[in-house]
C-alpha cells in the first residue's frame, strides 16, 4: 500500500494510507498518520501526534510535528494537524499546539509553505494561504483563507491576518490585518486593501467600491474607532465583503487592529 525507500526509518506504530511515498533518509514517528498519496520526497522529518492530509507533499529537510518552541511545554500530547492537498517546501518547520493554546496547531487545505517558513504552536491557518520563503509566524496566530504572506515576513504571537489579506515582504507584523487589507512596512502600516487580490477572486466592481468606501470610513478621522464601526455597518454592511470587516474589527483579539499611518508619520 506504501512505497518506503530502504534508508527510510517508519515507526510499525506509524499510519501510513494508501499511495504513500516516503523518499530517501526520511523519518516518522509512531503517532504520525500520514494519509492517503501523501509524499515526503526524502529527509524529512515528521515526528509527534501528527496527521498529514490526502496528498500533501514535503520536501527535504521539513521538520514536522517535533515539539513546540515554547519554554512552558510540558510534553503534553498536543497535536498537529495538516490538512490535504498541500505543498510544504524545504527547511519548512510546523510544531503542535500546548496547554496555553488548546493543543493543537491547525493547517487549512490547498496551503502553499515555500522555503524556511515556519508555523508556531499553537496556530490557525485557513485553506489556500501561502507563506513566502522565511516567512514565519510567532505562537497562537491566525491565517485566515488566502491570506498570503510574503517572505522574511514575522508575525507576532496572537495576531489575527484576515482572510484574503496581503502582508507585504520583510514586514514586522504587530497588529491585526484586517481582510482583505494589504500591510506592508519594518512595522506594518496597512496600505489599502489588496486590490489585486480582490480582482483575482471575482470580486464586483460594485463590491470593490462598497469595500473601499467602508475603508475610508473605517480608517478616518471623525469619531472613534467603534462609532466608525457601527456607522460602516449602518450604510454599508449589506456588502459581504464589508461586513466581514465588520465582524472581524468586532471580534475579541488579543491584539490591536494594524492601521494606516497618519499623515504626520505616526
Known amino acids: 500500500m506504501a512505497e518506503v525507500h530502504a534508508t527510510a526509518i517508519v515507526d510499525p506504530e506509524a499510519r501510513l494510507g494508501e499511495g504513500v511515498k516516503i523518499g530517501p533518509y526520511c523519518v516518522v514517528g509512531s503517532h504520525v498518520d500520514l494519509g492517503a498519496d501523501v509524499v515526503l520526497h ?35 500530547p498536543s497535536e498537529l494537524i495538516v490538512g490535504t492537498d498541500n505543498m510544504v517546501r524545504e527547511h519548512v518547520t510546523m510544531n503542535p499546539g500546548t496547554e496555553g493554546g488548546g493543543m493543537v496547531t491547525r493547517v487549512g487545505n490547498h496551503c502553499l509553505f515555500m522555503m524556511g517558513a ?18 514565519t ?51 506594518a ?23 473601499s468606501e467602508a475603508y475610508a ?10 462609532e466608525r464601526v457601527e456607522r460602516v455597518a449602518r450604510e454599508l ?17 488579543a491584539r490591536a487592529l494594524c492601521r494606516p499611518r497618519a499623515e504626520n508619520g505616526s
Not at 515528521?46 to 512552558?72: C, L, N
Not at 515556519?118 to 516567512?135: K, L, P
Not at 502600516?189 to 469595500?211: E, P
Not at 454592511?237 to 483579539?253: C, K, L, N
Open 189 to 211: 502600516r496597512l496600505q489599502g486593501l489588496n486590490m489585486i487580490g480582490l480582482k483575482r477572486h471575482g470580486f464586483a466592481r460594485a463590491d470593490i467600491q462598497a469595500m
Open 42 to 76: 526524502s529527509h524529512v522529518v515528521v515526528e509527534g501526534r501528527t496527521e498529514v492530509g490526502a496528498r500533501t507533499q514535503i520536501f527535504p529537510f521539513a521538520s514536522i510535528g517535533h515539539r513546540p518552541q515554547d519554554i512552558k511545554y510540558g510534553g503534553e
Open 118 to 135: 515556519h508555523v508556531a504552536h499553537d496556530c490557525t491557518i485557513g485553506d489556500r494561504v501561502i507563506m513566502a520563503n522565511n516567512a
Open 217 to 226: 470610513m473605517l480608517f478616518g478621522r471623525d469619531d472613534t474607532l467603534a
Open 237 to 253: 454592511g449589506g456588502t459581504a465583503g464589508v461586513s466581514e470587516i465588520v465582524d472581524f474589527v468586532r471580534a475579541e483579539s
Open 137 to 187: 509566524l510567532g505562537g497562537h496566530v491566525t491565517i485566515e483563507e488566502g491570506a498570503i504572506i510574503g517572505g522574511l515576513s514575522a508575525i507576532h504571537q496572537f495576531v489575527r491576518i484576515g482572510r484574503h489579506a496581503m502582508v507585504g515582504g520583510m514586514s514586522g507584523v504587530e497588529h491585526d490585518v484586517i481582510p482583505y487589507g494589504m500591510a506592508v512596512g519594518e512595522r
